[in-house]
């Protein structure tokens, strides 16, 4: 078992729609969750972290934790044409220590 | 505000062959991470610097090696080059030692690396 899957897409939908992207993960030890938006040739671009359970929110981005059933969310309102890209999510057991990706869902906002 | 900045941006090599890829971390950032992303794949974690010493080392062989210098920029070695080691090679910078909370990995443009 992978210790975190993500649905790699690609995820197509048209402009202004809410958009979600999910991870699921198996170490218990990930305490830090992250989401990075990666577009085509160049290098990810950290767009949210949390720390706890719960939500936090961010414009138009929302970033959801629930520990208790090892699953992440990052919610996109109103996306964008510009929103197209790969979204990443990542998970590290302490504070600066490596990061552990997923393999990215591509999204793709359409005009 | 420099971000982190990663040179070459590409480069070409041939099986065998041995290469040296460089970062600098954003200003204020004392550890640096390399990551390699295969296409298509999420990052794997090389490992990370801090204080001039390798702090974490993910699943990689002794084939990849690494230094930071004092100024905190640092450069990934590759020794005897596979045609698997193509990649996107990615640095990411942090604060550990300043205060900060730390964990917040910020990432470089990457160098792709391409092995014929």
């Known amino acids: 078992q992978k210790e975190v899957e993500q649905d790699p897409g690609p995820l197509s939908v048209p402009e202004g729609a809410i958009v979600s992207l999910n991870c699921t993960y198996s170490?218990?030890?990930?305490?830090?969750f992250m989401w990075y938006r990666q577009y085509s040739r160049k290098g990810p671009e950290l767009l949210m972290y949390?720390?706890?359970?719960g939500n936090k929110e961010d414009g138009r981005f929302t970033a959801q934790v629930d520990k208790s059933s090892k699953y992440i969310s990052l919610f996109i309102r109103d996306s964008q044409p510009s929103d197209s890209a790969t979204y990443l999510c990542?998970?590290?057991?302490?504070?600066?220590?490596?990061?552990?990706f997923g393999g990215g869902t591509r999204l793709m906002v359409k005009p | 505000d420099a971000g982190v900045t990663q040179s070459p941006t590409h480069l070409i090599k041939t099986r065998g062959q041995q290469v040296t890829l460089r970062c600098s971390p954003k200003?204020?950032?004392?550890?640096v991470s390399w990551y390699q992303q295969a296409l298509g794949q999420g990052p794997q974690f090389i490992f990370q610097?801090?204080?001039?010493?390798?702090?974490q080392r993910g699943n990689f062989p002794d084939r990849f090696s690494g230094h930071q210098f004092p100024n905190y920029s640092s450069e990934l070695n590759v020794n005897a080059l596979l045609l698997g080691d193509s990649a996107l090679y990615l640095c990411?910078?942090?604060?550990?030692?300043?205060?900060?909370?730390?964990?917040?990995?910020?990432f470089g443009p990457g160098t792709r690396l391409t092995v014929t």
């Open positions: 610097y801090y204080e001039e010493e390798e702090r």
């Open positions: 200003s204020g950032h004392d550890t």
């Open positions: 990542a998970f590290s057991n302490n504070a600066g220590n490596m990061l552990t």
């Open positions: 990411a910078s942090s604060s550990q030692g300043r205060g900060g909370f730390g964990n917040e990995q910020y």
């Open positions: 170490n218990s030890a990930f305490q830090y």
């Open positions: 949390t720390y706890s359970s």
